[in-house]
């Protein structure tokens, strides 16, 4: 999973643009191209909500692998003459496109995707979305009292399959851990970062946890009981790294 940042233009600085032109002219690309770009198996595009400037738009990529990111990168424009074949009009559109961009972007991180905790939506949204990225950290093994990584994994996967899966509010989940980008020290701390993905700001805030934990554990102290074997696999600290609007029309 790649993750880059992208910066709009004002539209106070865009010659002859509009609001409604830039969501015609980005929902057609999205349209157009997504079908074409077989390599990228999803995208989400996140405008600002609660973080950072309203300028910004986040690019969440997933690939089967790097090399396969690199080829879509690289193979961009020969994509773009099969989704506009005539030469004309696709320089036609690419320069109303391109004039709500600055041209610069960040490359923010290059993750890994732990498919087999992946959880997706059901169906497309009508409206626009809200999806969380939080960064959490694991704590090492060694530290860990009568810990192990079997464990880990057998608590991980009981979680995911009742209580991920089985929390209705949660729309769609990717968890991603270190590949190409950042620090990591095992010895430390393991970083995992959240995407998840929810209706509103509302359920965001809510989560949806207890429903589905009071479901699967309906005794409390046994509840009690896992939930602390659970959690005794993490260090208690995350940093949240931003609240956006999920544009479910540029997803693929």
Sequence with gaps: VTISKYHL???????NGSAAERKEVFEEYARKMN?????LKSAMML???WTGSSQDILAVNRWKSIADA??????TEEVRKRAWRRDDLREEFMKKYNKYWTGRHDDLEVLELLNGYTKNRKRKPKENTVVTIVRRYMAPLSTVEDGSAEERKELWDEWFENITMENDKLLSQMILRHYWSGTYN????TPIIFIREFVSMADADDG???EPLEQYWPDEDTREENLAKFFKYWLG?????GVYHNLVNLQK
């Design 9 to 15: 233009k004002p539209l106070s600085e865009v010659e």
């Design 35 to 39: 079908p074409l770009s077989t390599k």
């Design 47 to 49: 405008g600002h909500y």
């Design 70 to 75: 690199d080829e879509s990168v690289v193979t």
């Design 186 to 189: 095992p010895r430390e701390e």
């Design 208 to 210: 949806g946890w207890d």
């Design 237 to 241: 600290k995350h940093e949240d790294i």
